[in-house]
């Protein structure tokens, strides 16, 4: 590879891809779609419409319009504070937005419980993990499956009715917990388990129900690396069974491997979206991420050097914090170059 | 002292209708508590409850296996006017309201306002609705000894009364059993854990956290008509003191498991009675009259469970590994 190659090209070896046939689809199905927040997309899963949400005077969310195309795997970034996590609790109905519609599937979830949102099939991870600490690795598992009849009272006191069924749960469990690495922990609490390995099975969980969309809020955050090169195999291997992923990410290696689309927030909008070699080059996103943290990686040490080199100009007080005009970024970044 | 006899009395307490109606009582709030992690500081509101239903339907002519529904009837009613609103919302909210209803219910029941109903303070005479009871048992009239230990077979404090107590609490245990090894289960021990969590798997935790309230308070009215059956009816005696032995007796025993309400209520009444008839025997009344020493048991028995609470916290039969886990 040359050193003249355009900021934010991604390197062809990509570690752990896989056939792609999922992949090649979802590449061609976004290949027309324009490069500008709020795009149409081809076959979208998930449209948002006008979703805001204060906290008192404060907009954490506010977002005009979003699409997430099915059978992608979408990133949603951002710096700290960006909305990203209201806006996962928003989509899933953990939280009520201030106004604002959208749908699943072209089923309106607006109000509809977390409960439901789940059962329709799409299923949310936690950035800070909700492992079931006093009920064994396997319990938490099998607490992830859907359709089994036990789980009413009246069949529960009688087990021949719903034993046939917890065995599939329980092999389906085994399996999932051999992919994640957690096999050997099957039978301890899971309050015994490490923040990393809580994030693996708070994964594997929400994988039990086999859901149509899974919504990982920093599914790597405290995973090492060994293991995240695994994860972000089966992560492209839920591409390949046509599960639709989005997740948050901090981590810009993680998201220019794997996704297929990013979608970046910053105060509450979405100030970016399109493939993440273009999003990554994309000054707006940048500054909005070296704005914020200035430790970041981009995924890319030229963008570094780039972003560290303008913050120098900045601290000499030649331009002006780019992130606080995220609004209006474009115009910034030209007079920033 | 007489220690044979003291033996006797303590001994009897061990399957005393009383205690078995605690331990009823106990194993409701385990399923609210043990189970689910619902805070239900009014269980004695729900035996109560019970109890009048039982009652008062009796007085008024109904037959036993109708008396018993409107009890159990009163309190799935009482639970969920009390869960509808709490539930929703943070796990203390629940504490206090239940605390407040079962006052309310006392309240109501000693009230003069109702005292054609329900005798207002001085309550129900246990004679005015025991008559059902003890023509349902199969025993003929008389009393029987069974070793030291002879009551009558069917009135009042009676072997009838016993069967059926302890029989119930059986019954209760099988269901705790069985409903805690379900997947039902299962999803209450994740509530109590993690609602959101178990939300997110697509859970109605609104509807598992109503159905242990009511399948509680249910269990807990059963408790009320076993407690009333060989006394009476008096509010009074069914206030909040009552709850926090109940609630005693399910940590003493053990939180969220099968046995621990049983045992629970088995240590608590023996070890009171021990303490109260050996200072009954040993102190004499010039230091301390009878109704000190009665006080004085209690002081005893509340430090004695302190104590216990504290080295053993997960209770006689707990899981001491579980409870080492700490909640993150
Ligand atoms: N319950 C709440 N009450 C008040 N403000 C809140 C609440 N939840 C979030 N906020 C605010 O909303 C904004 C967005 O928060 P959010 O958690 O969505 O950020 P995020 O993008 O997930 O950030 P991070 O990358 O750090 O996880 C923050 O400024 C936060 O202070
Ligand atoms: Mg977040």
Redesign the interface.
Known sequence: MSADLPRGHVPPHVPHATTATGKDRVTADLSHVAHTPGVHKPDAIVVADGVTRHFGGMTAVDVGHLEVQRGAITALIGPNGAGKTTLFNLL?G?DKPSTGTWSFEGRSLSGV????V??SGM????QLT??????TVI?NM???A?Q?P????L???V?PL?KAR?KEITEQAEELLVRFKLDAKRDD?A??LSGGQRKLL?MA??L??NPTMVMLDEPMAGVNPALTQSLLGHIQALREDGTTVLFVEHDMHMVRHISDWVVVMAEGKIVAEGPPEDVMADQAVIDAYLGAHHDTDLGDDALLEDGIQRLEAEEAGEVTDAFADTGSTTTTQEGTR | MDWSRILVNVAGEIFAPTTAAYALAAIGLNVHFGLTGLLNMGQAGFMLLGAYGFAISTIAGWPLWAAVLVALACAAVFGLLLGIPTLKLRGDYLAIVTIAAAEIVRLIGRSTALTDLTGASSGLRGNSYKDTFQDASPFPDGTFALGPFEYSLNASNSWWIRLVGWGLVALACLLVWLLMRSPWGRVLKGIREDEDAVRSLGKNVYSYKMQSLVLGGVIGAAAGIIYVLPRAVQPDSMGRPMTFFIWTILLLGGAATVFGPVLGSIIFWVSLMLIKSVMREGVPTSIMRTEQIEQFGWIIVGVTLMLLVIFRPQGILGDKKELAIDVR
Do not use: H, I, Y
């Open positions: 899933t953990f419980s977390a409960a439901r789940a059962r299923v949310r991870t936690f909700k492992a079931l600490s006093r009920m319990e099998r607490l992830g859907a089994q036990g789980e009413n009272l069949t529960a006191l087990p719903w917890e609490f309050g015994s708070e969980r929400a039990m129900s």
